[in-house]
């Protein structure tokens, strides 16, 4: 059976979050926001939870709130961000 990483919706996320603001890869985008490629790479696939603080430079630098990156609560995103995403 081919079970999903423990934070695979998290990830689902982050990566919506990265098309939707770049046409960057991983590692591209990775580097631009100051990420270690191998971690954000795990965080994308699920495999680890992206820590709160990482995270908070997402919210503050694209608009994009906690509750979507963690929960998948679109009602607090500015309507032009939650149809992109």
Avoid: H
């Avoid at 919706?9 to 990420?35: C, H, M, P, T, Y």
């Avoid at 495999?47 to 990156?69: H, K, S, W």
């Amino acid at each position: 059976m081919n079970e999903r990483p423990e934070f695979y919706e998290i990830g689902v996320r982050l990566e919506r979050i990265r098309q939707a603001f770049s046409d960057d890869s991983q590692k591209a985008w990775a580097e631009k926001n100051r990420f270690n490629i191998t971690q954000y790479n795990n965080w994308e696939k699920g495999n680890r939870r992206i820590p709160v603080e990482r995270a908070m430079d997402l919210c503050d630098r694209y608009g994009v709130t906690l509750d979507f990156v963690y929960r998948g609560r679109s009602d607090g995103l500015p309507e032009s961000l939650r149809k992109s995403l």
